[in-house]
């Protein structure tokens, strides 16, 4: 089992920046760990992801912006956020896979956060 506990989010004004934090405990070695996020009224969608070895991937939309990072002595993934959007406005799903597949699928993901609210106002 595999324990996510998302934090950092809040209101930002566009332009501007934030990091959210994804604290692992439990089983860690997931090969892939990612962001999603949410917004009202719309799918899950997928933001990033960085694999174990620490290959990372990300949607067209946020790339430039966005970096994912990982500490595994801390069991933290990260998510830096800069030149916020109000598109950017979501609740922000940590996730971890248990074994390998498609990164950008929800499917693939079997331990998830309780998510972080972003709100970028313009």
């Known amino acids: 089992q595999v324990q996510l506990v998302e934090s950092g989010g809040g209101l930002v004004q566009a332009g501007g920046s934030l990091r959210l934090s994804c604290a692992a405990s439990?089983?860690?070695?997931?090969?892939?760990v990612s962001w999603f996020r949410q917004a009202p009224g719309k799918e899950r969608e997928f933001v990033t992801t960085?694999?174990?070895?620490?290959?990372?991937y990300y949607a067209d939309s946020v790339k430039g912006r966005f970096t994912i990072s990982r500490d595994n002595a801390k069991n933290t993934v990260y998510l830096q956020m800069n030149s916020l959007k109000p598109e950017d406005s979501a609740v922000y799903y940590c996730?971890?896979?248990?074994?390998?597949?498609?990164?950008?699928?929800?499917?693939?993901?079997?331990?998830w956060g309780q998510g972080t609210q972003v709100t970028v106002s313009s």
């Open positions: 996730a971890a896979s248990r074994s390998g597949g498609t990164y950008y699928s929800t499917g693939t993901y079997g331990y």
């Open positions: 960085i694999t174990w070895t620490g290959t990372t």
């Open positions: 439990g089983r860690t070695s997931s090969p892939l």
